[in-house]
């Protein structure tokens, strides 16, 4: 979805180094998400925000720190990056809207940033 | 944890219906349930959410029996263009408490043949 962009689309670092990935949306959400995909597993969710206050770990938050610096902005650092985080990363927003006894939550991802750590 | 389990693969010939079940024995009351699809190198793009009985849209109905431990994705008359992998995503989405057990788990890849 073109509302929600990613920079770097593409990166090589080496072991050690610090990186971040940064992750944009004009959606107006409040809900951003990372994830990482490897393959073979899915899509694993790394940190989450539900508001510019709000910072939740996820499943796979070892090694990874988050940042929500605006509504529209919510970025990834790997304070020291290893191999095993190679992998292919998206961040997402949503906007959540009760209605009645449902709800309705619809996630919009961003096109991927593949990282390789060398 | 609402663990979700889903056939890795299935292939349908072009106009066929294709119907996709997910397991969650473990689902919780406050759980909703959730498919998504995927294309190669894309992010997945949302299909379709319920929570109980039967949902259609433009794309796809979900049927959700009496005791929501399982659900099944049905896509009428696919086309080569469904070539994708699904997933299935159960858990409590409606406050950040509740979403950090939701899980996408591995989907499954559906191969559309002419």
């Known amino acids: 979805d073109a509302d929600v962009t990613q920079t770097p689309r593409n990166r090589i670092t080496k072991t050690g180094k610090r990186i971040m990935l940064e992750c944009s949306q004009t959606k107006g959400h409040d809900r951003m998400y990372w994830y990482r995909q490897d393959p073979g597993l899915g899509l694993r969710l790394i940190y989450y925000s539900f508001d510019v206050k709000d910072i939740n770990k996820g499943e796979i938050s070892d090694g990874y720190s988050v940042s929500r610096q605006a509504q529209a902005k919510f970025s990834l650092s790997l304070e020291s990056a290893i191999p095993n985080q190679t992998a292919l990363y998206f961040c997402?927003?949503?906007?959540?809207?009760?209605?009645?006894?449902?709800?309705?939550?619809?996630?919009?991802f961003g096109p991927g940033t593949r990282l390789l750590v060398l | 944890l609402a663990k979700t389990t889903q056939p890795i693969s299935m292939d349908s010939y072009e106009g066929q219906e294709v119907n996709i079940t997910c397991s969650h024995n473990?689902?919780?009351?406050?759980?909703?349930i959730t498919w998504y699809q995927q294309f190669p190198s894309q992010g997945p793009r949302f299909i379709i959410q319920?929570?109980?009985t039967k949902v259609t849209n433009e794309v796809a109905s979900l049927f959700i029996p009496a005791d929501r431990k399982s659900s099944t994705l049905s896509l009428p008359r696919v086309s080569l263009s469904d070539t994708a992998v699904y997933y299935c995503?159960?858990?409590?989405?409606?406050?950040?408490?509740?979403?950090?057990?939701?899980?996408f788990g591995i989907g499954t890849k559906l191969q559309v043949i002419p």
């Open positions: 473990n689902i919780a009351t406050n759980d909703y």
């Open positions: 995503l159960v858990g409590d989405i409606r406050n950040s408490g509740g979403y950090q057990k939701v899980t």
């Open positions: 319920g929570y109980k």
């Open positions: 997402a927003t949503s906007a959540a809207t009760p209605a009645g006894i449902s709800f309705q939550e619809t996630q919009y």
